[in-house]
């Protein structure tokens, strides 16, 4: 396996994820989840969205990756209110 050493993808999961033929949504958004856990802390969330996005999403508009990344952005502009147990315990 070649890994592309991005800065926005250190361990090249996004990367391969579009080198896989056939690959599903469903799979681009765990190998999402896994790219965004391995991200440290302080790490910008958009920005690396938005090189990744730069760098993949326009040579294959129509992957699954690049919709998973399309959404993964919008979801980190609109960060909201947060539902369950967490959101109630911060209005106590």
Do not use: K, N
């Amino acid at each position: 396996m070649t890994r592309d050493r991005f800065w926005a993808d250190p361990r090249g999961l996004i990367h391969e994820a579009y080198r896989i033929e056939g690959i599903t949504e469903a799979d681009c958004r765990s190998i999402f989840l896994d790219w965004a856990l391995g991200l440290s802390g302080e790490a910008d969330t958009r920005a690396h969205i938005a090189a990744l996005l730069e760098r993949h999403g326009a040579a294959a508009p129509d992957h699954p990756m690049t919709q998973v990344l399309r959404a993964g952005l919008d979801r980190a502009v609109h960060s909201g209110r947060r539902g369950g147990r967490a959101g109630r315990a911060r209005r106590q």
